[in-house]
């Protein structure tokens, strides 16, 4: 995705916001000077999820402040949606069409964002999940996407986000027993990036049990195509399909131009405004039929 004012702006309120309360005031300012240099100076390839991760670097090295460890956050978050799994399987066998209250439900789990929200709370995620049953997918693209994946050999998942990964395990097993014969490779964060999910995640929620995963090589909240594994660059370059998940794949991906299917909440303001969504409104889009403006 494009960088633009408004993600630039963003980028210099959060690093103004994490140096505030310290009180070496010319520190500080040389600090921000180094931050706003950066972005005068941006690169082809630069984007919200990799500049967060640079400037999070530069952020420890200039105060000697390691990132918040998400360690317990995630073990709790993975636990939570874990004790609700069987609960939400249940869900999706009894309704009309088993894979898309799936896709459904593993949207509605990037909510658990603690990079791109202040407060995650898990009243509103389980309010969110319980109003799920009455949500849909756009009905053409849905269309599209199962014919697709009728004829597909190779799927790639792209995961986000700890405790949405559970809930991707849903739609996994949905997609294995509905397409057989799809080869099915799933992409988690190859080093921590926040609460992202990594090999560890995938563990802890069975998730390697039931299909192949890798981690992709790198530490930003995304898929940076030029900077991921030769490995995992292969098998997203080779895939029919593509499910990725979460905002930050989006803003790393989109543009590509491969057969991406996106599927993620708008938390942010700019994604609400590029979509002219609400807070919280799903979206399951494919790269090549979204809007020039996004």
């Known amino acids: 995705m494009r960088l633009n004012t408004f993600c630039l ?17 010319k520190k500080k300012l040389a600090y921000m000077q180094n931050v706003l240099t950066r972005l005068t100076n941006l690169q082809e390839d630069d984007n919200s999820p990799s ?55 593993s949207r509605i789990g990037n909510y658990i964002d603690f990079a791109a929200l202040s407060h995650v709370k898990k009243e509103e995620l389980l309010s969110l999940i319980e109003k799920g049953k009455q949500e849909t997918l756009d009905k053409e693209e849905y269309r599209r996407f199962c014919e697709e994946l009728a004829s597909a050999r190779s799927l790639v998942y792209l995961t986000d986000n700890c405790g949405e990964i559970v809930l991707d395990k849903l739609v996994i097993r949905i997609l294995k027993e509905r397409f057989p014969k799809l080869n099915i490779q799933v992409i988690v964060r190859g080093f921590p990036a926040a609460n992202d999910a990594t090999i560890e995640d995938a563990k802890m929620c069975g998730l390697t049990e039931l299909v192949s995963v890798i981690g992709n090589g790198n530490d930003v909240g995304g898929t940076w195509l030029p900077h991921i594994s030769k490995e995992s660059l292969s098998l997203i370059k080779n895939a029919d399909v593509i499910i990725s998940k ?17 599927l993620f909440l708008c938390k942010c303001e700019w994604f609400m405004r590029m979509f002219q969504a609400e807070k919280f409104q799903g979206m399951f889009v494919n790269e090549n039929r979204i809007s020039s403006d996004c």
């Not at 309120?13 to 070496?24: E, H, L, R, V």
């Not at 979460?246 to 996106?262: A, M, S």
């Open 246 to 262: 979460g905002q930050g794949n989006f803003e790393t991906l989109h543009g590509c131009g491969l057969n991406i299917y996106y």
């Open 51 to 105: 500049l967060y991760t640079e400037f999070q670097k530069h952020f420890t090295k200039t105060w000697g402040i390691a990132p918040k460890d998400y360690t317990e956050l995630k073990k709790e978050f993975n636990q939570l949606m874990m004790d609700l799994e069987e609960e939400l399987m249940l869900s999706i066998r009894e309704s009309i069409d088993p894979l898309e209250r799936a896709l459904i439900y």
């Open 9 to 25: 702006c963003c980028q210099i309120n959060k690093q103004a916001s994490m140096i505030d309360s310290f009180p070496d005031e």
